[in-house]
């Protein structure tokens, strides 16, 4: 059963890369300016005008992410009168080793900066400054790159790391070592 799983996860896999290169093909033909090693999880959501879109050097973009690059407010707003010209335009720019969280909006105008983390699900409508980690719905400052990394280091998952190479014996090693512990309650 296990290894059914495997194969149908393989073959959506490399369905979901084929569209995914095809999406981002024409993106960077119709402008979407990346950096190098650019890594895109799932088929990303570019709009209508990635000529608007920058991104750095070493980026993530996890799947489902959506680039919103104008507002569809003037769907509305140019049946009335006094607000038929409004319109709203707006690039994005994305810093250097930056992640960007699975189903994040990126709304328009905003810039993420170098060594970023937008959690999952975040609603980005401000710019984040370099260093910091936002989330949210809107996204808010949440911590900065540092102290993430100070409690990352605290609550580390060891193991060793030649298992990173062999996926099934990474996944045996985490079923049996990892403890059951989790996180308390919020009150």
């Known amino acids: 059963m296990m290894l059914l799983y495997r194969i149908i996860l393989k073959f959506r896999s490399l369905y979901e890369d084929m569209i995914k290169n095809v999406v981002i093909k024409v993106a960077i033909n119709k402008g979407l300016k990346v950096g190098d ?110 102290q993430y990394g100070d409690k990352l280091l605290a609550n580390n998952t060891v193991y060793p790391l030649e298992l990173e190479a062999n996926r099934p014996k990474l996944e045996e090693y985490l079923i049996k070592n990892l403890p059951h512990t989790y996180k308390p309650v919020r009150k």
């Open 37 to 146: 090693n650019l890594y895109v999880q799932g088929i990303p959501n570019f709009g209508s005008e990635p000529f608007l879109i920058e991104m750095g050097d070493n980026v993530t973009i996890a799947e489902g992410v959506s680039f919103i690059n104008h507002g569809g407010d003037g769907r509305v707003t140019k049946r009335i009168e006094k607000y038929k010209d409004g319109r709203t335009f707006g690039r994005i720019k994305i810093g250097n080793n930056t992640f960007i969280g699975k189903g994040a909006v990126l709304l328009p105008g905003v810039s993420i900066g170098s060594n970023c983390i937008v959690g999952s699900l975040s609603v980005v409508s401000s710019s984040v400054p370099d260093n910091s980690i936002y989330a949210g719905a809107p996204a808010k400052f949440i911590c900065t790159i540092e």
